[in-house]
Nanobody, 127 residues
Framework: QVQLVESGGGLVQAGAALRLSCTAS????????MGWFRQAPGKEREFVASISWGGSRQRYTDSVKGRFTISRDNAKNTVYLQMNNLLPEDTAVYFC????????????????????WGQGTHVTVSS
């Protein structure tokens, strides 16, 4: 069972920045597509960003383009989400997710393609 542990959430004011981290327990992390999703109170979980196993390709939901950056350090089994210029509507629980299938070409944005999930980290942005 893959374990994913997120960290870096918190309470910030609008316009601030946060960096989320997610560390995986498996060395095969370096072969997986990784993603970040979020779930706001009363809403369904939504895609935020994903990154190919090698790190060369990223995908973002439109609302975070230009503000968020996903990256990874395969030597540390860690994926990051740098969030700049945070807005109140970014308030949510953020979840790290792993595709778990080695070397996939497609960088998915669908939660159905991610088989392992972290427990989530809370991000609250005040106005």
């Amino acid at each position: 069972q893959v374990q994913l542990v997120e960290s870096g959430g918190g309470l910030v004011q609008a316009g601030a920045a946060l960096r989320l981290s997610c560390t995986a327990s498996e060395r095969t992390f370096s072969t997986w597509t990784m993603g970040w999703f979020r779930q706001a109170p009363g809403k369904e979980r939504e895609f935020v960003a994903s990154i190919s196993w090698g790190g060369s390709r990223q995908r973002y939901t439109d609302s975070v383009k230009g503000r968020f950056t996903i990256s990874r350090d395969n030597a540390k089994n860690t994926v990051y989400l740098q969030m700049n210029n945070l807005l109140p509507e970014d308030t949510a629980v953020y979840f790290c997710a792993a595709d778990g299938r080695s070397g996939r070409v497609v960088v998915s944005t669908s939660a159905a393609d991610f088989g392992s999930w972290g427990q989530g980290t809370h991000v609250t942005v005040s106005s």
